[in-house]
């Protein structure tokens, strides 16, 4: 191992995340080939094979599972230090790095503008991925803070509660089941459902609220909230979504909210973060804000309305012959019309004028052209 470089441990790392040569090929901007020589010349220094392969699908084997911990760890370490450094020789603090899930992703960014507003001079990057991650970020030290439902349960992180997380299910107002009280959670199980892909908070806590009631193989996995939300609204199907995510369409009357025994879901949300690696003073006081205020925070962003803006006039937006093209034919007809009895009443102005002067009679004729040619 005492020969083995940061580069081909940060490769390994980043294969055994994606369980994908090309995947892993486009984030670190090398070719697959690269990639797999990488791990070909850390196998020979390690002597031991760290990854198999059935068909076109690799995995870890059991060496690589017990290093993978290990090389998150280096690599979270190195990274710390690296961005120590720099604030040392530059006298600014890194940005806080929060990492959310598509939940998260709807909520968040009002909780940074609140926190910001208090603490001036923060900067923050925003990553929004799926649960599983968002893990693998932490471990790397990719990430300061992590907000999720489903916490991990690992020796080197660490867990915060702050705020209750409630999944709805929810139909198109049209749906037979929306508005009827008590709905019995049974009648379920003829319904087809909509739901995240394996590794999301909302798949895991679609999987232990709705099993005995709906036929889990017969799930409709669409790895995009807002295509679920669509889909929905389109009277397709229903959907088990996070409150925070529907929260628009809900108040809009785009989507409704079943009744229904057992439901909401109630979890929580969590911040997360890796113990191996210090956190910067904008994550420690991000974490101390969000734990002492987040659960304040959230209830307001929930009894928040929303009121449907009204469309601006379309003429501003348009060039004269396409706001032209928009006037309605009556109103066209009116104008033709006006203009007319405008000309007509000019002509008979001008029968009763004196040939006085030239100068007078060039200026009427002008007139009038600009009358008919307007």
């Not at 959310?100 to 709807?106: I, K």
């Not at 867990?159 to 209750?164: E, K, L, P, S, T």
């Not at 009763?352 to 600009?370: D, E, K, N, Q």
């Amino acid at each position: 191992m005492k020969n083995v470089t940061l580069r081909q441990l940060r490769t390994f790392e980043c294969v055994a995340r994606h369980l994908s040569y090309s995947r892993a090929a486009e984030e670190l901007c090398l070719t697959q080939p690269a990639v797999s020589m990488q791990l070909r010349q850390m196998e020979e220094l390690t002597g031991v094979s760290l990854f198999g392969q059935v068909g076109k699908s690799i995995s870890l084997t059991r060496e690589g599972e017990a290093l993978l911990p290990h090389a998150r760890s280096i690599l979270g370490r190195c990274q710390t230090a690296e961005t120590m450094l720099q604030e040392m020789k530059s006298g600014k603090s890194r940005p806080l790095r929060l990492g959310v899930t598509t939940s998260g992703g709807y909520l968040f960014p009002r909780l940074l503008n609140a926190f910001t507003a208090r603490q001036s001079g923060i900067e923050f990057e925003l990553t929004v991925r799926t649960r599983d991650e968002l893990v693998a970020l932490l471990a790397a030290g990719d990430l300061d803070l992590a907000a999720m439902a489903n916490a991990p349960d690992d020796a080197d992180t660490a867990v915060a509660w702050f705020a209750h997380h409630d999944y709805v299910l929810v139909a198109a107002p049209s749906h037979p089941l929306a508005g009827q009280p008590d709905v019995d959670a049974r009648t379920l199980a003829q319904e087809c459902f909509f739901t995240r892909e394996r590794g999301t908070d909302t798949r895991n806590v679609m999987a232990t609220a709705l099993v005995g009631h709906v036929d889990m193989s017969g799930l409709k996995e669409i790895a995009c909230t807002e295509a679920i939300k669509q889909s929905v609204m389109s009277g397709m199907g229903l959907a088990l979504l996070s409150a925070h995510a529907v929260q628009l369409e809900v108040q809009t009357g785009l989507l409704a909210v079943l009744d229904v025994t057992g439901f909401p879901i109630r979890r929580s949300w969590n911040l997360v973060w890796n113990t191996s690696v210090p956190l910067a003073s904008a994550a420690e006081a991000f974490k101390d804000y969000l734990t002492g205020a987040g659960a304040d925070l959230l209830a307001r962003c929930a009894q928040t309305r929303v009121t449907p803006a009204r469309p601006k006039p379309q003429m501003a937006s348009h060039t004269q012959g396409e706001a032209a093209a928009l006037v309605p034919r009556r109103e066209v007809a009116h104008t033709t019309s006006a203009l007319s009895r405008r000309m007509a009443r000019t002509s008979r102005s001008t029968a009763r004028v004196p040939r006085r002067a030239s100068l007078g009679r060039f200026t009427l004729s002008r007139r009038c052209s600009r009358l008919e040619h307007a």
